[in-house]
T-cell receptor, first 114, second 118 residues
Framework: DAGVTQSPTHLIKTRGQHVTLRCSPI?????VSWYQQVLGQGPQFIFQ???????GRGNFPDRFSARQFPNYSSELNVNALLLGDSALYLC?????????????FGPGTRLTVL | AQKVTQAQTEISVVEKEDVTLDCVYE???????LFWYKQPPSGELVFLIR??????QNEISGRYSWNFQKSTSSFNFTITASQVVDSAVYFC???????????????FGAGTQVVVTP
């Protein structure tokens, strides 16, 4: 069975640009969460979506937004990119609504903002 | 306030030595879950264990073992007879069942880099 997939693998953008990252959860999983991992730190929670609705939001500015589609895949959008947005963006899927079960992580998208 | 503290930044051991990773957490919830994840150089987080707050039994899985002590708010992880393939960053994480405004939120510690040399 396929695990969590993310695209693209790597991305280079310049300050002020917009970026869209994509995630496909494990088949049957309805919960998708997004995390940002800055080099040398632990992942930080950005969003959780369940059944196409936002169920959880971390402490990130409004430049960050996301959505979930009917097939449970998800997009993370970041507007007006800053140098500090350079990070590994991880997507995780889970079978539970509350996300308290094991979360399976994808390989991540490495975003570099120049 | 940091809810998960991993005080050890890096631990270096020689192959076959045991290594223990410390994790201290903070929560007011009575129902919560603790996790350990491994992040090899490839970057993908690999799930190792999930433990709920009502189950204080220690667990062993092969060379891995976990010691959960609610009295000290700790959930430590030991690798016995370490191998070079164990080299990775290990993260401890907390999920609070009462955090209904942030479902799915795993709160990670800063991670401990384990370096195993032959």
């Amino acid at each position: 069975d396929a695990g969590v997939t993310q695209s693209p693998t790597h991305l280079i953008k310049t300050r002020g640009q917009h970026v869209t990252l994509r995630c496909s959860p494990i088949s049957g999983h309805k919960s998708v969460s997004w995390y940002q991992q800055v080099l040398g730190q632990g992942p930080q929670f950005i969003f959780q979506y369940y059944e196409k609705e936002e169920r959880g939001r971390g402490n990130f500015p409004d430049r960050f937004s996301a959505r979930q589609f009917p097939n449970y895949s998800s997009e993370l959008n970041v507007n007006a990119l800053l140098l500090g947005d350079s990070a590994l963006y991880l997507c995780a899927s889970s079978s539970s609504r509350e996300g308290l079960d094991e979360q399976f992580f994808g390989p991540g998208t490495r975003l570099t903002v120049l | 306030a940091q809810k998960v503290t991993q005080a050890q930044t890096e631990i270096s051991v020689v192959e076959k030595e045991d290594v223990t990773l410390d994790c201290v957490y903070e929560t007011r919830d009575t129902t919560y879950y603790l996790f350990w994840y491994k992040q090899p150089p490839s970057g993908e987080l690999v799930f190792l264990i999930r433990r709920n707050s009502f189950d204080e039994q220690n667990e062993i899985s092969g060379r891995y073992s976990w010691n959960f002590q609610k009295s000290t708010s700790s959930f430590n992880f030991t690798i016995t007879a370490s191998q070079v393939v164990d080299s990775a960053v290990y993260f401890c994480a907390l999920s609070e069942a009462g955090a209904t405004d942030s479902w799915g939120k795993l709160q990670f510690g800063a991670g401990t880099q384990v370096v195993v040399t032959p």
